[in-house]
């Protein structure tokens, strides 16, 4: 079972942000995809949760995705948007509790609240959503998220969680503990995408990197065959370099000059 | 993971209380239908009817007159217009993410103004047949074509490859309200003594015209709405975080922006034809009960339908009451009562007053 777009073309009046991108995400796996700001990273991530016109061909476990009516899309992936904005002034676990419209759970379930604790904030169910600093939103988010695809596995088929920067506004233990969640989800028999700023946070939790640059993928493999200092420092246009600790083959990215 | 019992059993949630809240408001509104059966102009009272009726005697023709000839029609049709107003702002607001949407935003209350004027002052100038169709109920009909069409015409003019840009509806709403207006002027300019004095008292607002006639015509159309929109509760609570996530979470974003539109131009469109311009319902009630119960669209619809009621009942008794035996237009009681409340209410939510 896979998450599979393949030759996507996506363009915003005359620029063209993706120029024939394909990516194969397997279930039980954690698929990360970096590149420079403006690389397409999300817009990629849009086409494949059918939020944007593209051109090419998605398919979700094995059927495709156009033509599926939202609910049914619904049923099978979450997305977590890279920043989100509420309207009216809900409580935290009202806005977890939206998410479940199309779940396997109604609202009444405990689901909501495991999902809340899941990120650690259910002592925070009856505060103002919009009264939460960003970081503390942005995990309300993902427990919105985790509530709508609870079991990582329904009735034999894997569903997914497609995470845009799940990471960008949180402090460090929370970005371990994000991480953490992504990986038990994978482990558990569901997939994850994820878009990703963080070279070391990548290395450290996916099974597959994809580096996008200029709408094109550049390299797909795992985090040791791509992250490369070569791969990284002409993707990026800056030096980088990849250690390795000893010990452990996960290798970890030191920042060094600000040009190639 | 955090074993659950750490977590304890599920909360309450705001929900779960307010639903509740709909049979305390149903009593509400019964009790205000007493009222407004019982006060008028005239000293016919309700319970006296009542009484008359229990005991098998027979109404005097005066009595049958004022009590289901005017108070009946009068009540029913208020029920109808204050909830058609409050639920269609309810929705709007839902469907543009904003508290202050107004039903009128849909382009019905310009379009169904121009349709009022034009029969007004351009009634006698029309075919005789339409004349003949329509009776006395040319400004109505009017008013109530002119404000669906102008919806759908906002609607076409915002909808491009299947989806319906809200930004553009707003913006374009403005553009045709300003043409409406333009319109209306030149109409205003070319009108006589008595056709500007009945347009004066259309755009303020009354229930002085109900009838079942109105009744029949504008009923069956709000019922419907109402019916229909709420039904959009969950959807609309999707829309609350956006169009992109509405759509991931499973809602059919598209189809819930074609049903609260068309059904809001429905409910809008008829409760301004029979009863004119009346303001202020569809901001300040679902305001309030956001206020007091909190934003769930699946208890705010229904519950907007039920305050819009007992509120326009009120109001109406007020306009009924305040000079007797003549009345005030409602839409000048809801304005004067409405404004200072909304303004109070935006005022204390801003820290700016202790009250």
Redesign the interface.
Known sequence: MSFHARNIHVSYGHHQALAGVSLHAKAGEVTAIVGPNGSGKSTLLGAMTATLPYEGEVSLNGRSVAGQKPWELAAQRAVLPQASKLAFPFTVIEVVQIGLHAGTAGAQTDVPMHALARVGLSHYAHRNFQDLSGGEAQRVMLARVLAQVWAPVQAGTPRWLLLDEPVSSLDIAHQLQVIDIARDFAARGGGVIAVMHDLNLTALFADKVAILAAGKCLAVGTPTEVLQDDILSRTYGCTLRVCAPPGDERPYILPHAASA | ??A?S??G???K???AKVRSLHWVLICALVVCAGLSLQIGATDVQFTTILFKAASGQVLSPAEQVVFFDIRLPRLVMGCLVGAALAVSGAAMQ?LF???LADPGIVGVGAGAGLGAIVAIVLGACLPLWIQEVTGNQLVPVAAFLAGWGSTLLLYRVSTR?GRTSVATMLLAGIALGALAGAISGILVYVADDRQLRDLTFWGLGSLAGASWAKIVAAGPMIFLSIAVASYLG?GL??????E??A???????QRLKSIAILTVAGATGAAVAVSGGIGFIGIVVPHLL?LAT???HRTLLINAALVGAILLILADVIARVVIAPAELPIGIVTAVLGAPVFLWILLKRRGLVEL
């Open positions: 993971m955090v659950i750490q977590t059993l599920p909360p949630t705001r929900y839902g993410r904003n508290p490859n969950r609570n999707g829309l609350a975080l956006g992109a996530t759509e991931h979470i499973g809602i059919d974003v956001r909190g934003p769930d």
